[in-house]
């Protein structure tokens, strides 16, 4: 095998430190005009701002920070090429680092660079060992020179440190990883399932309205001067037919509600942003719907055509497991090649 065909995580991080992070002027309806102010001699002559100026202009903008989808791709890959790492009943014991995650310029990730006997037969402890090197890993070597990780890469964090075990398959398919146009589907698509629980299993639906319950008096944050205008332009949205506004219950179903009609209506041409719109009143919602929605056993897999890596069939499943948590092995072989003879 030819070596020089792959780059290191870290080599790939080290390169591209100023695009790990984008900075994205947050969506709204419309930006607030521009308007040239009345001058004054006596005031400061033009090119400088006054402060109100800057505070009006500011009022209706709002910067999103959030990982880039190349790298999103790139820890979501890693991740899962040391579970499956895992499941063969192997374990590095936490020596590792962002040197040893090898990638073609075709995506595909393999192990590489590692020492003699680093390798060893899964014991009880090594997994933790593993996970917690893999997080100091994403922290320190990953995102090289950031000093405040984004919200999506912090929640995914939380969801696989030493506190959270038992996600690992939330983990490989969590929605903070995906990019905008899958997590806005993903989202979507767990919220359908959620509406169909009401009739269908009416207890496991209140469960998880009570699970939710901090996401209750939601409007208040809509309502804001700093809220987010397309959300506040479908709460007020007066529909021609009836004259009469949308009812929508003050609670995570309310919610749920608006940001479905959000979507579709308002926000129909930002797909691709449509993350960023929720995130600005609920930077957590995507990621704390869909953990208590597979706490609950239902979960959303997607079948992949690993050679144009594009999703073309989805199916809806709920476990029937005495945990509530449903395994699945997530196999991608375009992304994963593990072999003891390469390894070794």
Not at 64 to 86: D, G, M
Not at 179 to 186: L, N, S
Not at 252 to 273: W, Y
Request: charged share 30%.
């Amino acid at each position: 095998m030819d070596e020089t065909m792959y780059t290191s995580l870290r080599n790939y991080c080290k390169f591209n430190k100023d695009r790990l992070i984008l900075q994205t002027i947050t969506p709204q309806v419309k930006s607030p005009p521009e308007q040239i102010p009345w001058t004054n001699p006596l005031e400061p002559k033009e090119g400088a701002s006054t402060s109100t100026e800057e505070e009006e202009k500011n009022m209706c903008r709002h910067i999103s920070y959030t990982t880039s989808n190349e790298v999103k791709c790139k820890i979501r890959n890693a991740y899962v090429l040391l579970k499956n790492f895992h499941r063969a009943g192997l374990t590095f014991g936490g020596h590792f680092t962002s040197e040893n995650f090898l990638m073609d310029t075709c995506g595909n990730m393999r192990f590489g660079n590692l020492s003699k006997g680093v390798i060893n037969k899964l014991e009880d402890g090594d997994i933790e060992k593993d996970t917690d090197r893999f997080v100091k890993m994403t922290r320190e070597e990953v995102f090289v020179s950031v000093t405040t990780l984004p919200l999506d890469i912090i929640q995914w964090i939380e969801l696989i440190d030493r506190c959270a075990r038992g996600y690992d398959s939330l983990a490989e398919d969590y929605i903070t990883l995906k990019d905008g146009y899958r997590a806005a589907a993903h989202f979507m698509s767990l919220h359908n399932m959620f509406e169909k629980m009401e009739t269908t299993d009416n207890p496991t639906y209140e469960k998880i309205k009570t699970k939710l319950s901090k996401y209750t008096k939601w409007k208040k944050g809509v309502e804001a001067p700093d809220g987010n205008t397309h959300l506040k332009e479908t709460l007020d949205f007066i529909d021609p037919a009836t004259g009469r506004k949308a009812y929508y219950s003050d609670d995570i179903c309310g919610l749920l509600k608006l940001l479905r009609n959000t979507r579709q209506h308002s926000a129909r041409a930002k797909e691709d942003v449509f993350v960023l719109i929720v995130a600005q009143n609920f930077p957590r919602l995507m990621g704390d719907f869909q953990k208590v929605m597979f706490k609950q056993g239902y979960t959303l897999n997607e079948s992949v055509d690993s050679s144009k890596n594009q999703t073309f069939a989805c199916q809806f499943t709920k476990s029937h497991t005495d945990s509530g948590i449903q395994k699945v092995d997530h196999e991608d072989s375009r992304h994963l090649q593990v072999t003891l003879k390469e390894l070794n």
